[in-house]
Structures are given as structure tokens and as C-alpha cells.
């Protein structure tokens, strides 16, 4: 049975669904597996969101922990991290602390889902952490919202959702699982001759992330990253998939690039889709 460690910061309905997609997963026996525990950044109190998420894994069963990162910097007098700049020192020893909370749980690997701080050494060293991403092997960095600008400013044909591992180096673990989509077809064909002679600057200021376009593009996206987190956790709970610290082994093969679970993927979609 594989043991999972679940991070998520619970800021809506996504980690919510991300987490139930799991739990059914293990209660159908679909997947042999057990969450020992949630870790969340946040405390109960500071949103309504995070209440909400924290409810729901109490109707579960499962223990939480929990350690605000907010409190915790303000504490040490420690300034907020800013995008692309080097993490202040509070942070490593944040991670510390919450290393020091999950001693209690054992488990074989992290799931990071919709955890919105950027993991350290202290937790990643101990555990493999697997994180999600919304882009295809060789895509953007980023955040879901700058991956889809990106991808529109490239005029990409396809794009899909990863699991990578953490590591030092923000989105740049070795790739573990990953599935591609069309972004090309009949209906988003008419999305993108909308666009076809605008730059992106011009899209992002008129229309922002209401552009029926960007709105395609996440709808396709998402609709995958749940049925990619129960699938790779499963592949790794039969033993299909195998860690080796940073090496990730099919069998006796080593994957490079990800382990392709585009059919698999596909196949779970289908089967939800109305008759």
C-alpha cells in the first residue's frame, strides 16, 4: 500500500476536487493506497476557502496539520518571498518546522496539490514530492495563468499536464508522468482566428482571463490534472512505476522524458463524458 503525504494550501474548489478525485479513487479500490495525513500552510481562520478544504478532510478522516506560513514569518520579523528573487532564510527554516510536524506520519511519498509555496530542502530531502504542472514535457514554467499566456503568445498546437519531482530548481524536477491534448480542432480553431492578429499584451489588457480562448485552454487542461494525480499515484501503488531518488523506473527501464499516460487519461475522460 502506498502511503501519501498530501500538500495543499486549500484555496478553493480545485484542491477540494483534486483531493475527493483521490479519496474515491481509494475507496473504489481503484487505487491501493492510504493518505496519511494533509498539511496545509494555512490555519483554520485566515480564509473561508481553507475552512472549507479543512471540513472536508475532517468528513474523511484524515489527519491535518497545519503550520501558517504567514504567522510564522511575521514572527521571525522575515520578509515576504517575491517571484524570481531568492527565498528569504525564514523560509528553509519554516520547512524545517514542518518537516519537524510530520515526523509522526509515515509516509512514502508527497503529493503537492495546489500548494502554493515553493518546497525546500528540508522537506523535499526526506521524501519524494511530486508536484503538478500544466504544461507539456518542454513547456512553460509558471503558474497556470502564465502558461496559458505563454502557450497563446506561442501559437502552441498541443499542450498537457505533468507530475515532476521537487527539487532545488522551481519546476524543473525530473518529469514522472505526464499526458498531452489538442489545441487544435474544429471548435478552438474559431478561438484562435479571434486572436489570430493581436499580440498578447493587447489580449491580456482588453480581455484578460476572460478571453473565451484562455477560458478553452484551462477547461482542457484541468479537466486532466485529476485524472493524472490518481493515475500516477496508481501506476506507483502497482508498481508500474518506480523511485529511485531522482530516477524514475518503468521495470528495468529508466524513463527520461515521463512516463506517456495520454491513453490512460483519455480513457478516464471518455468514460465520464455524457452518453
Not at 506560513?69 to 524570481?84: I, M, N
Not at 476572460?210 to 484551462?218: C, D, K
Amino acid at each position: 500500500m502506498l502511503r501519501i503525504g498530501w500538500f495543499s494550501t486549500g484555496r478553493g474548489e480545485g484542491s477540494q476536487k483534486l483531493l475527493r478525485a483521490t479519496v474515491e479513487a481509494i475507496a473504489e479500490g481503484r487505487l491501493d493506497a492510504n493518505i496519511a495525513f494533509v498539511f496545509s500552510n494555512r490555519e483554520r481562520g485566515q480564509f473561508e476557502a481553507t475552512d472549507a478544504f479543512f471540513d472536508q478532510i475532517a468528513g474523511y478522516g484524515i489527519p491535518l496539520v497545519t503550520l501558517s506560513d504567514a504567522t510564522f514569518r511575521r514572527a521571525r520579523g522575515g520578509e515576504v518571498a517575491r517571484a524570481g528573487q531568492p527565498l528569504p532564510a525564514w523560509r528553509t527554516e519554516y520547512d524545517s518546522a514542518v518537516a519537524e510536524l510530520l515526523q509522526p506520519y509515515a509516509y512514502d511519498i508527497g503529493m503537492l496539490s495546489g500548494y502554493m509555496l515553493v518546497m525546500t530542502q528540508p522537506l523535499f530531502a526526506g521524501h519524494a514530492m511530486l508536484n503538478l504542472h500544466p504544461a507539456a514535457p518542454g513547456q512553460s514554467a509558471g503558474t497556470w495563468q502564465q502558461v496559458t499566456w505563454q502557450l497563446i503568445e506561442q501559437r502552441v498546437e498541443y499542450s498537457g499536464v505533468r507530475i515532476h519531482l521537487v527539487t532545488a530548481a522551481l519546476d524543473e524536477g525530473a518529469i514522472v508522468t505526464y499526458c498531452t491534448y489538442q489545441l487544435r480542432g474544429p471548435t478552438i480553431d474559431l478561438l484562435w482566428r479571434a486572436v489570430e492578429h493581436r499580440n498578447v499584451s493587447d489580449i491580456r489588457y482588453a480581455d484578460g482571463e476572460s478571453l473565451p480562448l484562455f477560458q478553452e485552454m484551462r477547461r482542457r487542461g484541468a479537466a486532466r490534472e485529476l485524472p493524472l494525480v490518481v493515475e500516477t499515484l496508481r501506476a506507483l501503488a502497482d508498481g508500474r512505476l518506480r523511485l529511485d531518488g531522482d530516477v524514475i523506473m518503468a521495470g528495468a527501464t529508466r524513463v527520461v522524458q515521463g512516463y506517456d499516460l495520454t491513453p490512460e487519461i483519455e480513457g478516464t475522460l471518455a468514460k465520464a463524458a455524457p452518453a
